[in-house]
Structures are given as C-alpha cells and as structure tokens.
C-alpha cells in the first residue's frame, strides 16, 4: 500500500493506492480541524469495481451516492441514494459499479471517521486511518473506542 497527502488546515486530501486500485477522499472537518469531536465530511471516490470490506464506525455516519454505482448488501444504490449507519452498526462489503462510485460520507465525529472496525474472518480488527502512517498500525480490536 502506498499512498500521497496534503492539507490546507480545514480540507485534507488523502489517496491511496492498494495494488494497483486508487482510492481517494477528500476530507472537511466542519469546526476546528484538531477537534476529534467535530462533524466532518468526506467525499470518497472508488474506481470500477474496487470494494471495501464489512465494517463499523465508532459514530453516526449518513452516506449520499453523487455518482456511479454501488453494490451494498444485496442493493445496488445510484445518484441520490442514502445509507445511514448508527455507532457499531456494520455494513457491507461496498463494490463500486463499473463506472466507479463517488460518495458523500458525514460522521458526526472526525474521530469517527478516521476509525473503522473492519469485519474479517479471524474477526473484528480496529483500523485507525486518520494518516498515512496509522494504516500500518492494524490491531485486533478490544470493543474499546
């Protein structure tokens, strides 16, 4: 995995190569950045039929698609579709369509939305990716936030 960053403060622009699929997200804490508290808003963008595994955030999350397809649960949702997710709530796997998907994701926390708790089958593990440098740090997770 390898991947490239930038800020200007209040809009962190983050993307991320795994193998040879992009991924990219362009993040806006609406408040102080530095406040985990704070909500935030991040626009993500998936290429053709890029997925993302079952997982849960540790805050409350409201998804928008803006472009593309996506294939969520049995539901393939388009431009216009909602997907809410209440604290812990799982959801997926997300496969993006064969144009790609475009989201807007809102978490009421920042630090929400730099958590994911991922679902495998060794089971649930904590993945901090607030930074480039956190997505080496993969732990089981404990249920503690």
Do not use: C
């Given at each position: 995995m390898s991947g490239t960053g930038a800020s200007d403060g209040s809009v962190?622009?983050?993307?991320?190569?795994?193998?040879?699929?992009?991924?990219?997200?362009?993040?806006?804490?609406?408040?102080?950045?530095?406040?985990?508290?704070?909500p935030t808003a991040l626009i993500f963008t998936m290429p053709p039929h890029s997925e993302i595994p079952r997982h849960a955030h540790l805050c409350e999350r409201f998804e928008i698609i803006l472009e593309g397809s996506l294939l969520v649960d049995d539901m393939v949702l388009g431009p216009g579709d909602?997907?809410?997710?209440?604290?812990?709530?799982?959801?997926?796997?997300?496969?993006?369509?064969?144009d790609g998907c475009r989201t807007l994701e809102i978490f009421s926390k920042l630090a929400g939305?730099?958590?994911?708790?991922?679902?495998?089958?060794?089971?649930?593990?904590?993945?901090?990716?607030?930074?480039?440098?956190?997505?080496?740090?993969v732990k089981p997770w404990t249920g503690d936030a």
């Open positions: 962190v622009l983050i993307a991320v190569q795994n193998d040879d699929e992009w991924r990219s997200m362009a993040e806006h804490v609406m408040g102080d950045p530095s406040d985990e508290e704070a909602v997907m809410m997710a209440r604290p812990g709530e799982a959801y997926g796997p997300h496969k993006a369509g064969p939305a730099h958590h994911q708790i991922l679902e495998t089958p060794e089971g649930r593990l904590s993945v901090e990716f607030g930074s480039l440098a956190a997505l080496q740090d």
